[in-house]
T-cell receptor, first 113, second 109 residues
Framework: EAAVTQSPRNKVTVTGGNVTLSCRQT?????MYWYRQDTGHGLRLIHYSYGAGNLQIGDVPDGYKATRTTQEDFFLLLELASPSQTSLYFC????????????FGPGTRLLVL | GQQVQQSPASLVLQEGENAELQCNFSTSLNSMQWFYQRPGGSLVSLFYNPSGTKHSGRLTSTTVIKERRSSLHISSSQTTDSGTYLCALERTGGYKVVFGSGTRLLVSP
């Protein structure tokens, strides 16, 4: 059974639209992460969290908000989507003790028209 | 400049050949991790290897911190090995993971 799930798996929106990407992990991990993957850039960290209510800024946070409501759930919010945010988004989790071993969700493909 | 450089960017093999993928980094690190990304996009962790050599089946990962490099060796490649291989390092001085751009591997029968 998948330990990190994401929804939706695919999303199309228009410029200026409001999008929420959801991630749930059942690993009992403290750390959760949001990445985006674009050709030529690999994966880039948007936001991460080390527990419910906590949020840390990653390397490419502009245009994104995130919220960690519980240990299991981490949401990525695009309040005014732009075409530059068209990407493949991955959520991941890791153990607080061994935070470097990350487990990834299946990804969400977002297209902003 | 990029802190993590992967090479080659792409590689084509005949089934049964070996492959050596490289990851070079320009910053000090706490850890190094290798991932396999399937053609459909999903990511699988292969190795967490901050230093030394680790083996898993036909795969071997070697990280040499003082030389600022990590390698992934695939022996006796199979068509099912096709996909993208990513290395990722965690920098020292606070949590920040940096990914390389990946090596795209195609193994033909």
């Amino acid at each position: 059974e998948a330990a990190v799930t994401q929804s939706p798996r695919n999303k199309v929106t228009v410029t200026g639209g409001n999008v929420t990407l959801s991630c749930r992990q059942t690993n009992s991990h403290n750390y959760m992460y949001w990445y985006r993957q674009d050709t030529g850039h690999g994966l880039r960290l948007i936001h991460y969290s080390y527990g419910a209510g906590n949020l840390q800024i990653g390397d490419v946070p502009d245009g994104y908000k995130a919220t960690r409501t519980t240990q299991e759930d981490f949401f990525l919010l695009l309040e005014l989507a732009s075409p530059s945010q068209t990407s493949l988004y991955f959520c991941a989790s890791s153990d607080a003790v061994n935070q470097d071993t990350q487990y990834f969700g299946p990804g969400t493909r977002l297209l902003v028209l | 400049g990029q802190q993590v450089q992967q090479s080659p960017a792409s590689l084509v093999l005949q089934e049964g050949e070996n492959a050596e993928l490289q990851c070079n980094f320009s910053t000090s690190l706490n850890s190094m991790q290798w991932f396999y990304q399937r053609p459909g996009g999903s990511l699988v962790s292969l190795f967490y290897n901050p230093s030394g050599t680790k083996h898993s089946g036909r795969l071997t990962s070697t990280t040499v911190i003082k030389e600022r490099r990590s390698s992934l060796h695939i022996s006796s490649s199979q068509t099912t090995d096709s996909g993208t291989y990513l290395c990722a390092l965690e920098r020292t001085g606070g949590y920040k993971v940096v990914f390389g751009s990946g090596t795209r591997l195609l193994v033909s029968p």
